[in-house]
Every structure is written in structure tokens, then in C-alpha cells.
């Protein structure tokens, strides 16, 4: 079974729109987790990251997550997007257990498609 | 600052050939992560360098090998490339007292076996 799990392939939306990409973890994966995102051709970037502390965490471009312990969730939202938000979006956490952090659990992916 | 360098950005081999990909991660940093990501996929771990060390391994064949010099610079080496192995690989930096999971990526070198 996959350690994380992204429920959504493909977001469209409007612009200027909500949206909220999906994640759930699972047991097996340290409860780090991270939001990377790969525009075209390019590698990927961190977004926002949650080590500890507030379960409502910031990123940059204006997102934001939200780590929900109960449901093992840790969804990704933009209260307005534009054009230039369209690009894949990787939710990932480190392996538990290994001995170093650098190993890391990436979902599926969700592609971000934002429509004028 | 510079980021993380990978080169080349793109090349094509032929089924059964070799190929060696290189990577500088980023100023400062110590460890350098190689992940695999087939078109359509997340990535996925191949392994993990740190003092000239393979620390960590993903569930790669041994056709997958790498080095880390003292530079902290690193190459993954493919051999006996098979069709399947076409992908962007990626490499990622990151500091080994650092941040848990915390990496910093290049912008990946595209194989295509052909």
C-alpha cells in the first residue's frame, strides 16, 4: 500500500478560484511532511513543509496546508489561484524509521490546470 | 547562491548501453539523493550519498550504481539500459544535520532509451 497517497490525478479550475488538493499518509511514513511543486520541465520545488508545531502551515505563492492527525490528512489550499499556479503538485514524507531523512515518500501527483 | 546543477539536461541511448549522469548539489550542502520519476509518476528513490557513501537505497536493480566525490559533487551510473529505464532522473540536495526530508532538486536530466 502506498505511504502517501494524493486522491486526485487532475485539478481544472478557474481562475481566481478555491482549491484544495488532496493527501492523505499513512502509519508508515514519519509525520514530516512536505508539498513539492514541478512546473513543466523543471524539477520540483518545496512549497510549504510541517515539522511540528501549528497544524496550519504556509508556503509560498500563497498556499497553505493543513495537518489533520485524526483523519491523516494533509490537504493543500490557495484561497484564489491564477494562471501561473498550473503545474504538478507533489505531497511527500520521509520513510519512518530509516536513518536519515533524505529518503523521501512522494504521491502520484496532482496536475493543476487553471483556466482563464 | 547556486542551486542544485544536474547535466546533461537531455540525452538518448540505445537499449543495452551505459550512461552516467552528474550532479552538484547545492552550496553548503553534504548529501545528495538520486530519485527516478517515469512520465506520469511521482518520484521514486533510487539511493542516497553522504561522505562518499551509499547511506540509503531504494528498490533499484544493481545496474543502478553512484559515487560521491569529495567535493560532495555525485554521478549515477545506469548500465545495460533497458526501455524502461527511460525518465527524468533527479537529483536532490540537503543538508545532513538539516531539516528532516528537506531537499533541494535540480531541474533533472530526461534519458531516453531507445
Not at chain 1, 499513512?26 to 511543486?37: G, R
Not at chain 2, 548501453?17 to 517515469?38: E, F, N
Not at chain 2, 533510487?46 to 555525485?74: A, C, K, L, T, V
Amino acid at each position: 500500500a502506498q505511504s502517501v497517497t494524493q486522491l486526485d490525478s487532475q485539478v481544472p479550475v478557474f481562475e481566481e478560484a478555491p482549491v484544495e488538493l488532496r493527501c492523505n499518509y499513512s502509519s508508515s511514513v514519519s509525520v514530516y511532511l512536505f508539498w513539492y511543486v514541478q512546473y513543466p520541465n523543471q524539477g520540483l520545488q518545496l512549497l510549504l513543509k510541517y515539522l511540528s508545531g501549528s497544524t496550519l502551515v504556509k508556503g509560498i505563492n500563497g498556499f497553505e496546508a493543513e495537518f489533520n492527525k485524526s483523519q491523516t490528512s494533509f490537504h493543500l489550499r490557495k484561497p484564489s489561484v491564477h494562471i501561473s499556479d498550473t503545474a504538478e503538485y507533489f505531497c511527500a514524507a520521509p520513510r519512518a524509521g530509516g536513518t536519515s531523512y533524505g529518503k523521501l515518500t512522494f504521491g502520484q501527483g496532482t496536475i493543476l490546470t487553471v483556466h482563464p | 547562491d547556486a542551486g542544485v546543477t544536474q547535466s546533461p539536461t537531455h540525452l538518448i541511448k540505445t537499449r543495452g548501453q551505459q550512461v552516467t549522469l552528474r550532479c552538484s548539489p547545492k552550496s553548503g550542502h553534504d548529501t545528495v539523493s538520486w530519485y527516478q520519476q517515469a512520465l506520469g509518476q511521482g518520484p521514486q528513490f533510487i539511493f542516497q550519498y553522504y561522505e562518499e557513501e551509499e547511506r540509503q537505497r531504494g528498490n533499484f536493480p544493481d545496474r543502478f550504481s553512484g559515487h560521491q566525490f569529495p567535493n560532495y559533487s555525485s554521478e549515477l551510473n545506469v548500465n545495460a539500459l533497458l526501455l524502461g529505464d527511460s525518465a527524468l532522473y533527479l537529483c536532490a540536495s540537503s543538508l545532513n544535520a538539516g531539516t528532516a526530508g528537506e531537499l533541494f532538486f535540480g531541474e533533472g536530466s530526461r534519458l531516453t532509451v531507445l
